[in-house]
């Protein structure tokens, strides 16, 4: 993980925001999904999936693996992320910049475990479905 990637995403989950916010505002924070629910709402709730997948890849497969328990379990639940959650990302997802900057300036060690911590942070608030996606993505190119 470098500063260049936490940037990306920080960018990813403002993207999020965005989705979640449009998804609550139209359908309501609890809102469950159901054979009869509208095609924008399936629309929403799937690239609100979609953009967290995007997110996962870009976390170190160990902090998918072991996530921390700093951002609450929402899929309990509700179905899809609310703008609450995805606010609570950004600001684990700002620290993470702020943990990478201060690493590179004075690097000390293979590798900062505030970076890791604030990774598995991160990883903490994303669907398990979508980390389990993202490692099966990952093993592979850890494993080449």
């Excluded at 500063?3 to 309501?28: D, H, M, N, P, W």
């Excluded at 328990?69 to 639940?77: F, L």
């Amino acid at each position: 993980m470098n500063t260049a990637t936490a940037r990306l995403i920080v960018s990813k989950i403002a993207e999020l925001i965005e989705l979640s916010s449009i998804f609550q505002t139209r359908y309501g924070r609890g809102y469950r999904m159901k054979p009869g629910s509208p095609e924008s709402a399936w629309a929403l709730h799937q690239a609100i999936f979609d953009q967290q997948r995007e997110i996962a890849v870009l976390l170190d497969l160990d902090v998918l693996e072991n996530p921390s328990q700093a951002v609450t379990a929402w899929w309990k639940w509700q179905e899809t992320m609310d703008s609450g959650i995805a606010g609570a990302l950004a600001q684990e997802a700002c620290h993470l910049i702020a943990c990478c900057a201060s690493f590179e300036a004075n690097p000390m060690g293979t590798c900062s475990l505030a970076v890791v911590a604030a990774q598995r942070a991160i990883a903490s608030g994303l669907h398990p479905s979508i980390r389990m996606i993202a490692m099966q993505e990952l093993a592979p190119a850890r494993a080449s």
